[in-house]
């Protein structure tokens, strides 16, 4: 127990110091809050929850001895968040197959572990918004003062109108809420892989590491996402908070699509060129969202709707993995 709370003391003072780097105002250290969560998320996976939780609490009391204004924002944005997707990852049950059981458990499902991060991002996302204003002006205006000044006045001089540079940034922000949760999705995510292999080197993981391949959603969740993007264009602040989710949602059925093409290219012999032009496309072409990561969510949440690498394992006479209920 002394151990848990050391470490939890430990990583909770390291995870303030990432999130509170941006306030050097270098470019180098605004990217270290993004990593904020990795800390919270090695002492979990390795020392129990209970080690994440307190390294979360420390944390957000180090900030607030500091006496920085973002505690509640690290506290329901990075700390906890962390300490749930840690909690959950090592869930388990007795194996319901013949002969699996204490020495065979069945882990907690990536793929949901992958939809808590989305929803968890976008809900985080929500809420700042509403704590930035109430109407779609309000939260305008409160936007525009957090971004630099000098973005506007560059594009009037490019645009050589002040109008059209105060409506292209009006129509920035409408898109802003998206992205972001789609890049805390992101980060969140890339902190768990960090975090696993870390501790999996240390040997202290408990679960066994999962495979890309095997990921699955539930079949639920493209429905969540089709009532996402219904919902993304309803007026004024109600649309942009909903956008956050269907943005978020929408990475991680990407996610879901690329297991998919790991999946079925397992055996083929130009294996690695597929793959290697599947991320390069994604790289080159995917931002903002164009086709590549449209076609690779779409095939993710076809997989989700009618499992199909079930439909192919059939087929080619091997045995399918049951989709996650």
């Known amino acids: 127990?002394?151990?848990?709370?050391?470490?939890?003391?430990?990583?909770?003072?390291?995870?303030?110091?990432?999130?509170?780097?941006?306030?050097?105002?270098?470019?180098?250290?605004?990217?270290?809050?993004?990593?904020?969560?990795?800390?919270?998320?090695?002492?979990?996976?390795?020392?129990?929850?209970?080690?994440?939780?307190?390294a979360a609490a420390t944390a957000a009391a180090c900030l607030a001895v500091m006496g920085l204004e973002f505690v509640a924002a690290f506290l329901f944005g990075v700390g906890l968040p962390a300490w749930w997707l840690g909690y959950l990852a090592l869930l388990a049950r007795p194996g319901s197959t013949p002969g699996a059981g204490a020495h065979n458990p069945e882990w907690y499902p990536v793929g949901r572990l992958v939809l808590w991060a989305a929803c968890t991002n976008a809900i985080f996302v929500g809420a700042t918004l509403l704590s930035l204003g109430t109407d779609l002006a309000g939260l305008q205006s409160a936007l525009r003062s957090v971004l630099d000044s000098g973005l506007e006045d560059a594009l009037a001089q490019q645009l050589e109108n002040p109008d059209d540079a105060a409506r292209l940034i009006d129509i920035m922000l409408l898109f802003l809420p998206g992205a972001l949760a789609a890049c805390l999705t992101l980060s969140a995510l890339l902190n768990l892989w960090l975090a696993g292999r870390i501790v999996k080197i240390s040997a202290r993981l408990q679960r066994p590491w999962p495979r890309l391949s095997d990921m699955r959603f539930p079949s639920f969740a493209p429905a969540i996402l089709g009532a996402a993007v219904a919902g993304s264009f309803l007026p004024d602040l109600i649309g942009?908070?909903?956008?956050?989710?269907?943005?978020?949602?929408?990475?991680?059925?990407?996610?879901?699509?690329?297991?998919?093409?790991?999946?079925?290219?397992?055996?083929?012999?130009?294996?690695?060129?597929?793959?290697?032009?599947?991320?390069?496309?994604?790289?080159?072409?995917?931002?903002?969202?164009?086709?590549?990561?449209?076609?690779?969510?779409?095939?993710?949440?076809?997989?989700?709707?009618?499992?199909?690498?079930?439909?192919?394992?059939?087929?080619?006479?091997?045995?399918?993995?049951?989709?996650?209920?």
Do not use: E, K, N
């Open 1 to 54: 127990m002394i151990q848990i709370v050391l470490f939890g003391l430990g990583a909770g003072t390291a995870a303030a110091l990432l999130f509170a780097s941006a306030l050097s105002g270098s470019v180098a250290a605004m990217l270290l809050p993004l990593l904020a969560s990795l800390p919270i998320l090695i002492v979990a996976l390795g020392w129990s929850h209970w080690a994440g939780l307190i």
């Open 240 to 325: 942009i908070s909903v956008s956050a989710l269907a943005a978020s949602l929408m990475i991680a059925h990407v996610l879901l699509g690329l297991a998919v093409i790991h999946a079925l290219t397992i055996g083929l012999s130009g294996r690695g060129v597929v793959l290697g032009s599947v991320y390069a496309a994604m790289v080159v072409f995917g931002w903002p969202i164009r086709w590549p990561l449209l076609v690779v969510g779409l095939l993710g949440m076809s997989d989700a709707l009618f499992d199909l690498r079930g439909l192919i394992a059939r087929r080619r006479g091997q045995p399918a993995t049951p989709p996650d209920a």
